[in-house]
Protein backbone atom coordinates (compact mmCIF):
# COMPACT_ATOMS: atom_id res chain seq x y z
CA UNK A 1 0.00 0.00 0.00
CA UNK A 2 3.00 2.38 0.92
CA UNK A 3 4.48 2.14 -2.12
CA UNK A 4 1.17 2.36 -4.11
CA UNK A 5 0.42 5.56 -2.92
CA UNK A 6 3.95 6.81 -3.35
CA UNK A 7 3.49 5.93 -6.45
CA UNK A 8 0.60 7.75 -7.19
CA UNK A 9 -1.88 5.41 -6.24
CA UNK A 10 -5.35 5.89 -4.45
CA UNK A 11 -6.56 3.23 -1.95
CA UNK A 12 -9.91 3.84 -1.50
CA UNK A 13 -11.19 0.77 0.51
CA UNK A 14 -9.13 -2.40 2.40
CA UNK A 15 -11.36 -5.64 3.33
CA UNK A 16 -10.57 -8.52 4.92
CA UNK A 17 -11.97 -11.52 4.14
CA UNK A 18 -11.45 -14.95 5.68
CA UNK A 19 -8.88 -16.65 3.59
CA UNK A 20 -11.29 -19.68 2.86
CA UNK A 21 -14.30 -17.56 2.13
CA UNK A 22 -16.46 -19.93 -0.15
CA UNK A 23 -18.75 -17.14 -1.71
CA UNK A 24 -17.09 -13.28 -2.58
CA UNK A 25 -20.37 -12.18 -3.99
CA UNK A 26 -21.22 -9.82 -0.91
CA UNK A 27 -17.23 -8.54 -1.48
CA UNK A 28 -17.36 -7.97 -5.16
CA UNK A 29 -20.28 -6.27 -5.06
CA UNK A 30 -18.89 -3.90 -2.03
CA UNK A 31 -16.42 -3.09 -4.75
CA UNK A 32 -18.31 -2.51 -7.39
CA UNK A 33 -20.91 0.04 -5.31
CA UNK A 34 -17.45 1.62 -4.41
CA UNK A 35 -16.97 2.41 -8.29
CA UNK A 36 -13.14 1.28 -8.08
CA UNK A 37 -11.06 0.97 -10.85
CA UNK A 38 -9.00 -1.91 -9.91
CA UNK A 39 -8.57 -4.36 -6.97
CA UNK A 40 -5.43 -6.23 -5.47
CA UNK A 41 -6.46 -9.83 -4.22
CA UNK A 42 -4.14 -11.52 -2.65
CA UNK A 43 -4.78 -15.09 -1.20
CA UNK A 44 -3.29 -18.14 -1.30
CA UNK A 45 -3.37 -20.08 -4.95
CA UNK A 46 -5.97 -22.89 -4.63
CA UNK A 47 -9.73 -23.08 -4.82
CA UNK A 48 -10.28 -19.87 -2.70
CA UNK A 49 -8.63 -17.83 -5.63
CA UNK A 50 -10.57 -19.51 -8.10
CA UNK A 51 -13.39 -18.87 -6.52
CA UNK A 52 -12.69 -15.19 -6.21
CA UNK A 53 -11.93 -14.82 -9.97
CA UNK A 54 -15.07 -16.78 -11.41
CA UNK A 55 -17.39 -14.73 -9.08
CA UNK A 56 -15.20 -11.34 -10.23
CA UNK A 57 -16.42 -12.60 -13.89
CA UNK A 58 -19.83 -13.79 -13.08
CA UNK A 59 -20.44 -10.17 -11.74
CA UNK A 60 -19.28 -8.51 -14.94
CA UNK A 61 -16.38 -6.91 -13.11
CA UNK A 62 -13.89 -7.35 -15.85
CA UNK A 63 -16.88 -5.44 -18.84
CA UNK A 64 -17.35 -3.00 -15.94
CA UNK A 65 -13.36 -2.04 -16.58
CA UNK A 66 -12.02 -2.86 -13.49
CA UNK A 67 -8.63 -4.66 -13.39
CA UNK A 68 -7.87 -7.53 -11.02
CA UNK A 69 -4.43 -7.59 -10.06
CA UNK A 70 -3.13 -10.43 -7.70
CA UNK A 71 -0.16 -12.38 -6.63
CA UNK A 72 -0.39 -16.72 -7.09
CA UNK A 73 -3.98 -17.29 -7.63
CA UNK A 74 -3.00 -17.55 -11.12
CA UNK A 75 -0.37 -20.15 -10.74
CA UNK A 76 0.06 -22.07 -13.53
CA UNK A 77 -1.49 -25.40 -10.84
CA UNK A 78 -4.87 -23.08 -10.74
CA UNK A 79 -4.86 -21.92 -14.00
CA UNK A 80 -6.97 -25.22 -15.95
CA UNK A 81 -9.69 -24.52 -12.83
CA UNK A 82 -10.13 -21.34 -13.52
CA UNK A 83 -10.24 -21.53 -17.49
CA UNK A 84 -10.49 -18.65 -19.63
CA UNK A 85 -11.86 -16.03 -16.68
CA UNK A 86 -7.86 -16.31 -15.67
CA UNK A 87 -7.47 -13.86 -18.81
CA UNK A 88 -6.36 -10.32 -18.38
CA UNK A 89 -5.41 -10.38 -14.71
CA UNK A 90 -2.74 -8.95 -13.89
CA UNK A 91 -0.20 -11.14 -12.00
CA UNK A 92 2.96 -10.85 -9.99
CA UNK A 93 4.98 -13.67 -8.67
CA UNK A 94 8.27 -14.94 -8.12
CA UNK A 95 8.48 -18.02 -10.24
CA UNK A 96 6.83 -19.39 -13.28
CA UNK A 97 7.86 -22.56 -15.35
CA UNK A 98 7.84 -20.71 -18.59
CA UNK A 99 10.65 -18.50 -17.34
CA UNK A 100 12.90 -18.39 -20.23
CA UNK A 101 16.64 -18.92 -19.18
CA UNK A 102 19.49 -21.32 -18.90
CA UNK A 103 19.12 -22.35 -15.32
CA UNK A 104 14.77 -22.24 -15.09
CA UNK A 105 15.32 -24.56 -18.69
CA UNK A 106 18.07 -27.06 -16.52
CA UNK A 107 15.48 -27.28 -13.82
CA UNK A 108 12.43 -27.86 -15.71
CA UNK A 109 13.99 -30.24 -17.87
CA UNK A 110 15.49 -32.09 -14.90
CA UNK A 111 11.72 -31.90 -13.31
CA UNK A 112 10.30 -33.68 -15.66
CA UNK A 113 12.49 -36.61 -15.89
CA UNK A 114 12.41 -36.98 -11.87
CA UNK A 115 8.45 -36.49 -11.86
CA UNK A 116 7.10 -37.13 -15.91
CA UNK A 117 3.57 -37.71 -14.14
CA UNK A 118 3.85 -34.03 -12.87
CA UNK A 119 2.65 -31.15 -15.39
CA UNK A 120 5.34 -28.49 -14.49
CA UNK A 121 6.96 -27.67 -11.34
CA UNK A 122 5.16 -24.57 -9.56
CA UNK A 123 6.55 -21.66 -6.87
CA UNK A 124 6.90 -24.28 -4.31
CA UNK A 125 9.03 -26.63 -5.93
CA UNK A 126 11.29 -24.25 -6.84
CA UNK A 127 11.50 -22.82 -3.33
CA UNK A 128 11.87 -26.14 -2.04
CA UNK A 129 14.89 -26.90 -4.41
CA UNK A 130 16.52 -23.41 -3.15
CA UNK A 131 15.60 -24.35 0.62
CA UNK A 132 17.55 -27.59 -0.25
CA UNK A 133 20.31 -25.75 -2.08
CA UNK A 134 20.58 -23.54 1.40
CA UNK A 135 21.32 -26.19 3.40
CA UNK A 136 23.73 -28.17 1.69
CA UNK A 137 25.64 -24.71 1.00
CA UNK A 138 25.56 -23.89 5.19
CA UNK A 139 27.12 -28.00 5.27
CA UNK A 140 29.72 -27.46 3.08
CA UNK A 141 30.69 -23.96 4.86
CA UNK A 142 30.36 -25.20 8.52
CA UNK A 143 30.69 -29.07 8.18
CA UNK A 144 28.64 -32.20 9.20
CA UNK A 145 28.39 -30.20 12.89
CA UNK A 146 26.71 -26.91 13.61
CA UNK A 147 23.91 -25.52 15.96
CA UNK A 148 21.38 -22.99 14.41
CA UNK A 149 22.86 -19.89 15.43
CA UNK A 150 25.74 -20.96 13.03
CA UNK A 151 23.37 -22.30 10.17
CA UNK A 152 21.74 -18.52 10.17
CA UNK A 153 25.12 -16.66 10.60
CA UNK A 154 26.45 -18.85 7.83
CA UNK A 155 22.95 -17.81 5.48
CA UNK A 156 23.09 -14.11 5.97
CA UNK A 157 24.18 -12.83 2.80
CA UNK A 158 23.97 -16.50 0.95
CA UNK A 159 23.44 -15.53 -2.72
CA UNK A 160 22.33 -17.83 -5.81
CA UNK A 161 21.23 -18.40 -9.18
CA UNK A 162 17.64 -19.90 -9.07
CA UNK A 163 15.61 -20.87 -11.57
CA UNK A 164 13.21 -18.26 -10.53
CA UNK A 165 16.60 -16.04 -10.91
CA UNK A 166 19.18 -14.76 -8.79
CA UNK A 167 17.93 -14.83 -4.97
CA UNK A 168 19.84 -13.76 -1.89
CA UNK A 169 18.97 -14.26 1.66
CA UNK A 170 19.40 -10.52 2.90
CA UNK A 171 21.88 -10.13 5.34
CA UNK A 172 19.99 -7.92 8.23
CA UNK A 173 16.58 -8.53 7.38
CA UNK A 174 16.98 -12.58 7.01
CA UNK A 175 14.36 -12.35 4.08
CA UNK A 176 14.96 -13.97 0.86
CA UNK A 177 15.48 -10.87 -1.92
CA UNK A 178 14.43 -11.99 -5.63
CA UNK A 179 13.89 -10.11 -8.81
Not at 30 to 39: L, N
Not at 92 to 107: G, I, K, M, V
Not at 114 to 137: E, N, R, S, W
Not at 148 to 163: E, F, H, N
Request: net charge positive; charged share 20%; aromatic share 10%.
Amino acid sequence: KQAYEKAGGKVIAEMAMPLQTADYSVYIQKIRDMKAGAVFFFAPTGPSGTSFIKTFHAMGMPAAGVKLITTAVVDEMELGNMGEQALGTVSAWHYSPYLDTPANRQFVAQWKKKYPQALVPTFMDVAAYDGMHAICDVVRKLGPKFDGDQAMAALKGWRKTSARGPIEIDAVERDIVQN
